[in-house]
């Protein structure tokens, strides 16, 4: 049996009782059409295998109860070690509580457990959790992938117990004995705690003040897994790279219940796309006020924490200390998850006019047909546990590279990460892969000629990764150009089947196609010359490290940086860097508005500068000289302002759902705008080079891809914009462009 879990009762869908900092946006409840979508919905879900068996529940309950038996163990062993009385001995515990989507209830089949063990104030987590537990367990038959990553945010152990994924935190409160029944809701814990054990326990106190906080569980937790289906149906499930996680989707999805209390899960899951495709960030999301305590810790305050005036997308936690959840998320990721809000709004809207089906909400996100260029990140290393701890470390970087080409190119150049790894089963050595999608930003302009060189850029992500603390000979890191018609096969399903590009006669520059024109003469002068230099670079090239020896020559297509070459001076015909034409008949195809939108287009076109927000109490005015001046300033909403038709719908919500953002500089307020649902299908012509010698970064060009080992070994990365010369060979690409 789970010890240390709290269970909840279901709430009633009318409850009297308030929630939330605002009143609710609607009191209405469901039609019959809301009914029937409603049970088609759950009937898609389970149909999906979105829900565990009850045998496999019993697993994990039963799991759960042995790591609770090896942690009373461990901490008993160590008090009589430490030569503790017999009665000390006695009473000496430890409890396991779980959080994150097992606690909400939400978790699917194969889906990981996150669970923290809380011991007494004499057991450390550097020596006793990460040594001498790690210890215990790596010697246990049922323990398998045993992973300890102490340096993390959150520090935590990763393993699989019996088969089934856990995620062990540990938190050593200032108690010499740790009660059975302690609350960890309780701020009293967090006395005399530093900060990594505060974060430990903060997600258990989050998930159970989000249950506290929703008028009905159930509801609450079928939108929820909905949401979460959707999410990583749609690629923008991941904390990691930039996106949300499991707590953000919570919090959010969490808010809407609040705003409509008696919804049912089809309802909310329809309100989710429509309250935040309207939502400006980066106003934020908060279920509750933010709390002030005695015990000093910061909160997610923009008054006084400079670095909260520049988060994009806050989605603050309930608990204390309120946190901002979505530190992660950057421009490029914020614009990716704006454009699916809008796509998720557009396919709602049209299910409930019945013209589309729940299918269609989750149709997977065709990632790789929806750039033209893309970054390839290859990792490797010798064995398979080195190669999970070295992927968990490249992968928790991958976030960085995002940020530092954000920075470089002064937000031009828009990525777009993949969270899902790929491997190559063909490939000798261990190995796996991510994937960046890259295009110029919306509404940027650029002059003639101009190159977005993040050649130093790269250079810089690679020195950061290579200072990895745990490295050992084999692991290696590459990152590269691919076009998308040079994508390797091993990202694409069995079976599937590119589409072949289409080509367009008009084109200026003569026979083009998906990748653009011929080069012009010119490009071929240039490219012999670097066909006819190649021999002496690869000789001048200075030695690697002993750590590179270890690879396969059979390795990644992958760019020297010597023999990547820089070429200017010239005007090829443009080459079109937006979305793939399917993506732009799709966007065509949703670009239907409500009555509802095209009133807040209207009003928001109307409202000027100096309109205050009616979200979650905050009147943040646009025009403020600090944003801390308008942070914390309450409007009551009126409800009057939502009226409902005869059948329980809200016919028309006057009452917009917009924020003016927090302007704390011009790139932050141009950010906050909504992008929509629209796809870039203006032609725009970029290059992009990526080398280990070059500093600053403007954008990509000409490159080769190299088949040698030693060409492997000094792998740079170059993206252009040019198709190749007609006839060239798949082991080299050379490309250029204007933009």
Request: with cysteine; hydrophobic share 35%; charged share 25%.
């Amino acid at each position: 049996m789970m010890v240390g879990t709290q269970r909840v009762d279901d709430g009633s869908v009318n409850s009297p009782k308030s929630y939330g900092i605002t009143k609710p946006l609607s009191l209405a409840g469901p039609s019959a059409a809301d009914f029937k979508r409603n049970l088609e919905l759950e009937k898609y879900l389970v149909d999906e295998g979105l829900y565990e068996s009850e045998e496999d529940t019993m697993r994990r309950e039963e799991v759960l109860g042995r790591i609770d038996q090896i942690v009373k163990h461990w901490v008993k062993q160590l008090t009589q070690q430490r030569g503790y009385t017999d009665q000390m001995l006695e009473e000496a515990n430890a409890v396991i509580f779980t959080f994150g989507s097992y606690r909400l209830g939400v978790h699917g089949p194969g889906a990981d457990i996150d669970t923290l063990c809380v011991g007494p104030s004499y057991v450390n987590r550097e020596e006793d959790f990460f040594i001498i537990l790690h210890d215990m367990l790596a010697e246990m038959e049922e323990v398998t992938e045993l992973q300890p990553v102490p340096d993390a945010h959150v520090p935590v152990m990763k393993f699989k117990f019996q088969g089934i994924s856990i995620d062990l935190l540990y938190a050593s409160i200032s108690r010499l004995v740790v009660p059975q029944d302690l609350d960890i809701s309780n701020s009293s814990v967090l006395c005399d705690v530093d900060e990594p054990t505060v974060r430990s326990l903060n997600g258990c106190r989050v998930a159970d003040q989000i249950l506290k906080l929703v008028p009905n569980f159930e509801h609450f937790r079928t939108t929820l897994r909905c949401l979460k289906y959707w999410a990583k149906r749609r690629g923008v499930y991941s904390n990691v790279t930039g996106f949300l996680g499991g707590v953000n989707w919570a919090l959010l999805v969490a808010r809407v219940c609040q705003l409509y209390p008696n919804a049912i899960p089809s309802m909310l899951v329809s309100r989710f796309f429509r309250v935040y495709t309207q939502w400006r960030w980066p106003n934020p999301v908060m279920l509750c006020a933010i709390e002030e305590d005695e015990l000093g810790f910061p909160v997610w305050d923009p008054r006084k924490n400079h670095r909260d005036r520049y988060h994009l997308m806050p989605i603050i936690t309930p608990a204390y200390p309120c946190m901002n959840s979505s530190y992660n998320v950057s421009q490029s990721t914020l614009r990716v998850m704006t454009e699916q809000f809008q796509y998720g709004n557009n396919i709602l809207q049209e299910i409930e006019l019945n013209k589309q089906h729940w299918s269609s909400l989750f149709e997977q996100y065709m990632f790789f047909e929806a750039y033209k260029n893309y970054l390839q990140v290859d990792i490797v290393a010798a064995d398979a546990e080195d190669l999970l701890a070295w992927k968990g470390w490249v992968e928790s970087r991958f976030r960085q590279l995002t940020l530092k080409i954000e920075r470089d190119t002064n937000g031009m150049l828009m990525c777009h990460p993949q969270p899902n790894e790929y491997v190559d089963t063909s490939r000798e050595f261990l190995h796996c892969a991510f994937f960046m999608g890259l295009q110029r930003a919306e509404g940027v302009g650029g002059q003639e000629c101009q190159q977005f060189d993040i050649r130093g850029t790269v250079d810089e992500f690679r020195q950061e990764v290579n200072m990895y603390m745990f490295w050992k000979p084999g692991m290696d890191v590459y990152v590269s150009h691919v076009r998308r018609r040079q994508l390797p096969s091993f990202v694409f399903p069995v079976g599937y089947r590119r589409p072949r590009p289409s080509r367009h006669q008009n084109q200026p520059g003569g026979k083009s196609g998906e990748d653009g024109p011929v080069s012009n003469p010119s490009s071929v002068v240039e490219r012999n010359v670097k066909r006819k230099n190649y021999n002496e670079m690869m000789d001048a090239r200075p030695e690697k490290p002993e750590k590179r020896a270890s690879l396969s020559p059979h390795s990644l297509d992958i760019v020297s940086p010597d023999n990547s070459a820089i070429t200017t001076g010239c005007t090829p015909p443009v080459c079109n860097l937006g979305r793939s034409p399917g993506e732009g008949n799709e966007a065509a195809d949703l670009n239907i508005e409500s009555a509802e939108l095209t009133n807040f287009a209207r009003d928001e076109c109307n409202s000027g500068s100096e309109q205050a927000l009616e979200v979650d109490s905050m009147a943040l005015v646009q025009e403020c000289s600090d944003p801390a001046e308008a942070f914390g300033k309450c409007v009551t909403p009126d409800s009057s302002d939502v009226v409902a038709t005869e059948s329980g719908q809200e016919e028309n919500l006057d009452r917009d759902l917009r924020s003016v953002s927090i302007s704390v500089v011009d790139e932050v307020e141009m950010e906050s705008k909504s992008y929509g649902g629209t796809r870039i299908t203006g032609e725009v012509a970029e290059s992009v080079q990526l080398s280990r010698s070059c500093g600053q970064n403007h954008d990509y060009e000409g490159f080769e891809f190299p088949a040698t080992k030693s060409e492997l070994q000094s792998k740079s990365l170059v993206t252009g914009m040019e198709k190749a010369e007609d006839g060239a060979s798949s082991s080299r690409l050379s490309l250029k462009s204007t933009v």
